[in-house]
T-cell receptor, first 113, second 115 residues
Framework: DGGITQSPKYLFRKEGQNVTLSCEQN?????MYWYRQDPGQGLRLIYY???????QKGDIAEGYSVSREKKESFPLTVTSAQKNPTAFYLC????????????FGPGTRLTVL | AQKITQTQPGMFVQEKEAVTLDCTYD???????LFWYKQPSSGEMIFLIY??????QNATEGRYSLNFQKARKSANLVISASQLGDSAMYFC????????????FGAGTRLTVKP
């Protein structure tokens, strides 16, 4: 089955720790995205990547970092500099960065203790 | 400034009836796209339908149709013959220009389908 996987489903972090959220796709898509969702709000773009070895900041990139060393993988690191990291994180991909349909993973819920 | 507004935090509909979810948007661009996504309780977002600003016909995908009123800047989603599996959060989104990094999402509407 083609799709996007995210792991872990739930993640707990102590203050001051960095954590990395995994995102893998086997759809052969060039573009990948990370979104953050807070209660009562829509999705906000953290980072996106149009192609391997390239990525750009979205609207709320502060306190986050990414890498895109392989086409299939786009991990997100939530650093200790992110002041309010508790949220639901969604990874998505699309054929290219202008294709209408984005495919989403099941999400990771991060809680800071 | 809020670019996408969904004024209905929650909606109820009887099974097999039609329901309209409201969405208004704000843009000065001539070229833009409007999207609807469904988010079940499992969390993933599912693409439902797309409408381009230059499309003259309203978009339809199965039981979903987008009522696009350009002059009023509204892009309402109509779900016909509601099913219990339609219960979910629904998000309206707008993309200004051609790139997905310019996508903006509304706050969502929770739809509950009653048996």
């Amino acid at each position: 089955d083609g799709g996007i996987t995210q792991s872990p489903k739930y993640l707990f972090r102590k203050e001051g720790q960095n954590v990395t959220l995994s995102c893998e796709q086997n759809l052969n898509h060039d573009a990948m995205y990370w979104y953050r969702q807070d209660p009562g709000q829509g999705l906000r773009l953290i980072y996106y990547s149009q192609i391997v070895n390239d990525f750009q900041k979205g609207d709320i990139a502060e306190g986050y970092s990414v890498s895109r060393e392989k086409k299939e993988s786009f991990p997100l690191t939530v650093t200790s500099a992110q002041k309010n990291p508790t949220a639901f994180y969604l990874c998505a991909s699309s054929i290219d960065d202008s294709h209408n349909e984005q495919f989403f993973g099941p999400g990771t819920r991060l809680t800071v203790l | 400034a809020q670019k996408i507004t969904q004024t209905q935090p929650g909606m109820f509909v009887q099974e097999k009836e039609a329901v309209t979810l409201d969405c208004t948007y704000d843009t000065s661009d001539q070229s833009y796209g409007l999207f609807w996504y469904k988010q079940p309780s499992s969390g993933e977002m599912i693409f439902l339908i797309y409408q381009g600003s230059y499309d003259e016909q309203n978009a339809t995908e199965g039981r979903y149709s987008l009522n696009f009123q350009k002059a009023r800047k509204s892009a309402n989603l109509v779900i016909s013959a509601s099913q219990l599996g339609d219960s979910a959060m629904y998000f309206c989104a707008m993309r200004e220009g051609r790139r997905n990094n310019d996508m903006r999402f509304g706050a969502g509407t929770r739809l509950t389908v009653k048996p």
